[in-house]
């Protein structure tokens, strides 16, 4: 569900999105989820309602029956081999095997990346700015990807990087794997990269990441940074900020920390090649909306740890809508109304 709501936030502030799905088709025997027929109708009858707005709903794309049950687990559902859930028992009870399972995810990704881009459309090709953004493992895969047609048209855009923290642990198999582009991106591509500070699988302690590096036998970095700063520092990036996200729990950030990464995300697209070096601080720290406080500092990059917008309580699922994540606690208050979002709301909502 974050996927669609960063796509939502994306197409509010007015670009395209195209959302690449490895799930969509059976056709690979490598995992799959039955999309929805007569997705757009669907969407706009959810959309006429308030308690079934899609912003807020865990699912927006899938048949509600259709799973993808891990494939190590043991159950009497049937599965598909690339579906899993990772758990430092588990991965700790083969660190061989699931640092090589976790590559083939890795190629799967990589291989439909390549074909996205070697088959883009002319008006992506031409547009004045072209991003690339993946969340979790698609944070992972948007990371280390890297394909010379798309590298210079990331020049002007960037990439953005969401849930994931370019490092070695147990989400790649060695050091070179962790690097941004495979070790071979462009130095001033602009980078945003924004994690939660207690991310449950990648922050420095309490997470899958820490448990298997830590542990006897364990794979993964024994000083684990929790973000891309170390690593772009490393690779001489020279447009880069990262924003840790210190009030939320949650791997993905738009549960209670949505208001934070709309105003980031949208202040990014409309001039990443002088978000770090002029723009974050002025509009973020202290002087600015009072948001950010900086960690680090490096020519050409910035890292920040920050909260989210609006200190409204958060509230439960079942006060959000119908169709949200049940056991989540959310910041329902939605700030920072941009002119697209304005004007695609229905308008029996502004009563």
Aim: with cysteine.
């Amino acid at each position: 569900f974050d996927n669609s709501r960063y796509s939502i936030m994306m197409a509010a502030s007015g670009y395209g999105v195209l959302a690449l799905d490895s799930f969509a088709s059976p056709a690979s025997k490598l995992r799959w989820k039955a999309p929805l027929p007569s997705l757009a109708s669907r969407l706009s009858d959810a959309n006429g309602e308030v308690r079934t707005l899609t912003f807020w709903c865990e699912n927006n794309v899938y048949e509600k029956e259709s799973a993808c049950p891990a494939a190590m687990a043991k159950s009497n559902e049937s599965s598909y081999p690339l579906c899993y859930s990772s758990s430092s028992k588990a991965i700790l009870s083969d660190p061989e095997g699931w640092s090589r399972y976790y590559e083939r995810v890795y190629r799967v990704r990589q291989l439909e990346m390549d074909y996205a881009v070697e088959h883009l459309p002319n008006y992506i090709r031409e547009a004045g700015k072209v991003f690339l953004v993946g969340e979790s493992e698609g944070g992972m895969a948007a990371s280390r990807y890297h394909h010379p047609e798309l590298e210079e048209l990331l020049k002007s855009g960037g990439r953005i990087i969401l849930q994931w923290s370019c490092e070695k642990n147990y989400f790649v198999s060695c050091e070179a794997n962790a690097r941004i582009g495979s070790g071979h991106a462009n130095s001033d591509t602009p980078i945003l990269n924004m994690i939660s500070a207690k991310d449950p699988f990648f922050a420095t302690s309490a997470s899958i990441a820490s448990e298997v590096a830590n542990a006897a036998g364990g794979y993964g970095s024994n000083n684990l940074t929790g973000n891309c700063f170390a690593e772009a520092a490393r690779q001489g990036f020279s447009k880069v900020t990262v924003m840790n996200f210190l009030n939320t729990e949650y791997h993905g950030l738009t549960v209670d920390t949505g208001n934070l990464v709309r105003v980031a995300l949208k202040a990014f697209l409309r001039d990443p090649t002088s978000f770090a070096a002029s723009r974050v601080v002025p509009e973020f720290g202290r002087d600015g909306a009072g948001l950010c406080e900086v960690v680090k500092h490096l020519p050409g990059m910035i890292e920040l740890n920050c909260t989210e917008l609006g200190d409204e309580a958060r509230v439960n699922a079942s006060e959000v809508s119908d169709c949200s994540y049940p056991t989540y606690r959310f910041h329902h208050q939605y700030y920072d109304l941009g002119v697209h979002e304005i004007c695609g709301r229905p308008q029996a909502l502004f009563v």
